[in-house]
C-alpha cells in the first residue's frame, strides 16, 4: 500500500509510492504468463538508502527490513529479483524505478541477517542492497570492438547495444570535438566507457576527460566544465538554496516557513579546505608534458601553469555569471625567496607521453581520424588540473529530504563566518568557502522509524567566491648561512672529550 502526503506539511516529507520485490518466479496464471511474482514491502521497511555520484557508473542502495514473515526465504531472495522503488518529496518530481513506468533495480545481495532482534519469536533483520541493471550487463559482458568517429557515438553503441550494456535508459551526452579511433581490448562495458571517456575532448570547452555516471534521469557523458556552465557561455544557476541553522526541523502547517525549513542545513563540515602539497604533488598548479613522437623523431616539452589558463574555463565561482581569471584557489603572491609563484614549478608534475603520428591514422571520406585525440595544446594538463583541484575543500551537509536535487548539480549554502558575535548579533558569511558548490555526492534516506526523509550531501568548490588578496612582493625569513658538518669529525671531537669511564670531561653521561 503506498505511503503518501498530498502536500508537504514540514521538512523531511516523503511520499513513498512503491516498494515491491519482483521475483524471478512467474506467478500463477495463464500458461505463457509474463507476470511475476510480487511482495509489498512497505510494511517491514525500516530505512531506505540510494546513493548516486558523478564518479560512481550507475546508482546504488540499501533498504533495511524487519521481518517477521521470512520473506527472504519464502519468496526466495537469490539475486535474480528485482525492485519496484518509487519516492519523492511532496509537490516535487523524484524517484520512479518501477517497472511499468520507469526501470527497477535488481537485488544482488542480502547482509547482516540478525534473527530475534527485538525479542519476537521468528522476527529477523537484514539489509537488501540493489543496484542499477547495467551493473549487472556490465560484469559478464565484455567488449572487443574498435570504434572510429566521434567518442560519443562509440559510447552510445557500448550503451545501448544488446550485446554489451543492452541499457533502455536515456543517456545524455555532450559532443565531442574531435574524431578518433579507438580500439577496446576485450574490456567490461563500463572499463570500456572509461578508456574511451579519456580520450573525449569537449566540444565547447577546452578540457578532456568526461564523466559517466547515472542519475534518476538516466545516464550521463560529459566534462565536468559542463556541469558548471550553460552551453560554453553562462554559468549554469544553482538548483537550491543552503543555509546553516538549528538542528532539528520544525513543524508546520504550510506556507513560507516550510519552504524555509527546507533550505536549513542541520550540521555541515569541511574536508580539507587547504592541501597545497597534494595538490602540487597531483599536478594541480603546474605540469610538464614531454611528448615522443617515433616518426618523425621529435620531443616537445609543454608546461602548464594554472593561474596563467584560469580565465579560459568555467569554476564554480563565476562573475557576473561569466569566467573570472581572478578568483583563483591560490592567491598571486611568491613562494619564499624563489621570486616565483607555485604556478610557475612545472617539475612539480612530469609526464611523459607517445604523441607518434603517420603510424595507425587513415583518411577515410575526407576525414582524418588520429590515434589520440588530445591535440590541442594544454589539454590533457589542464583536464589534470582540473580534476585535482575539485579533491579539495569538500562540503559535507544533512538536509531535509529534497528529492529533485541529485549528483551534478549546483547548488550555493552560505556558510557561516565562525568568528565571536556581540548581543543579537548575526552570523556574517565566509568570504571565501559561502558560495556555489558542484554536488559530486549524495545519499537519499528514508527513515520509516521516525518518519523522515533527509540528504546527506557532499559537494566542491574549486576556487573561493571573493578574490584573495594578491601580493606582488615577495619575502623570506632571515637565516644564518647553512654549513655542512662531517659526522665523523664530529664524533672524533666527542671522542677526544670522553673519560675513561664513558663520561665527557664535565661528566655528563655519553
Known sequence: MAYTKEKLTKAGDYNLATAEILSYKIAGGPPG??????????????????????????????????????????????????????????????????????????????????????????????????????????????????????????????????????SRKNLYVEPTRLPTRVVIPNLRPFEAIDMMAKRAVSGKYENAG??????????????????????????????????????????HTGGKEIVKDMKIVEKWSLTRPVDVLNNIDGGAYASKLIEHDMFNKTINTTEYDYAEDFGNHFHTEHQRGYKTDKKLPLPNAKFDDTFKTISQEYDQKVMLKSSTSNIHDTVEAGQTYTIDPISNRHTLQKALSQRKLLTCGILEFTAPGNSILQAGDIITFDMPLLEPLGHNKKLNSNPYWAGRYLIYDMKHSINRTKDRYSIEVRAVKDNPAFQFMPEHNSWTHSAPRPEVHNLYERDNELLARMSPTGDDIEGTPF
Open 33 to 166: 504468463s509474463q507476470v511475476p511474482f510480487r511482495i509489498d514491502i512497505q510494511n517491514i521497511i525500516i530505512s531506505i538508502e540510494l546513493q548516486q555520484s558523478i564518479f560512481n557508473r550507475t546508482m546504488i542502495g540499501k533498504i533495511q527490513v524487519y521481518d517477521t514473515k521470512d520473506v527472504r526465504t519464502l519468496t526466495p531472495i537469490v539475486g535474480l529479483e528485482r525492485l519496484n522503488l518509487a519516492f519523492h518529496t511532496p509537490g516535487l518530481a523524484g524517484f520512479c524505478n518501477v517497472a511499468n513506468e520507469g526501470h527497477p533495480f535488481h537485488i544482488y545481495k542480502i547482509e547482516s541477517v540478525a534473527p530475534n532482534r527485538s525479542g519476537v519469536a521468528g522476527a529477523q533483520a537484514y539489509d537488501i542492497y540493489f543496484c542499477s541493471r547495467e551493473a549487472y550487463f556490465s560484469t559478464f559482458r565484455k567488449v572487443s570492438k574498435a570504434y572510429t568517429g566521434q567518442v560519443e557515438v562509440g559510447v552510445e553503441d557500448i550503451f545501448k547495444n544488446r550485446k554489451y550494456l543492452s
Open 210 to 251: 568526461y564523466l559517466f555516471y547515472e542519475t534518476r534521469e538516466g545516464y550521463h557523458f560529459r566534462s565536468i566544465e559542463s556541469l558548471l556552465a550553460i552551453a560554453g557561455s553562462i554559468a549554469r544557476p544553482a538548483k537550491w538554496t543552503y543555509n546553516y541553522g538549528v538542528k532539528g526541523f520544525r513543524h
